[in-house]
């Protein structure tokens, strides 16, 4: 095997990490929405928090070894078309999966708040409301479909 080969393997091994973290936020952001306590709420955020490394990895890996093929190998060029179009939705699906990261910490750290604050469990509904965050549903919907559509494109290369 030559570099080449090895980079790509580490893209396509990128690009696996990614979705298979965006799969497991999935899970997650429809099992929280009817999440409702202090020890559920945190016990998501635990698992949010194995899944974040590697959906950033993924994230950092597949543009990293991405870009690097696309200058390395002489058949495709940075500027291609369809090159041009998965940076572009690459960096569409990182904004939004990162606002919705935010949005989906929000009620784990209300929840530590909670939990600090001699165990209390807050107001009836508001971790649920937290956890139900339609801002939260709709970036992570926008990011899932931007890395479906990078997925698409990298496999057919419209235009190459």
Do not use: C
């Amino acid at each position: 095997m030559v570099l080449d080969d090895w980079i790509l393997a580490f893209h396509v091994l990128s690009a696996f990490a990614m979705v298979s973290a965006l799969v497991l936020f999935w899970i997650l952001v429809l099992a929280v929405r009817d999440v409702d306590t202090v020890d559920q709420t945190l016990a998501y955020g635990r698992v949010m928090r194995v899944g974040t490394p590697v959906v950033m990895a993924g994230v950092v890996g597949t543009i990293l070894f991405g870009v690097w093929l696309a200058v390395a190998l002489d058949r495709y060029r940075l500027w291609d078309g369809w090159i041009v179009a998965a940076l572009l939705l690459w960096a569409l699906g990182t904004w939004a999966g990162m606002r919705a990261d935010a949005e989906y910490r929000r009620p784990v750290v209300r929840a530590e708040e909670l939990r600090a604050a001699a165990h209390q469990e807050g107001q009836p509904g508001e971790l649920r409301a937290l956890n139900r965050s339609p801002a939260g549903f709709r970036m992570h919907t926008i990011s899932s479909v931007a890395v479906i559509l990078v997925l698409v494109d990298m496999i057919w290369k419209p235009g190459a």
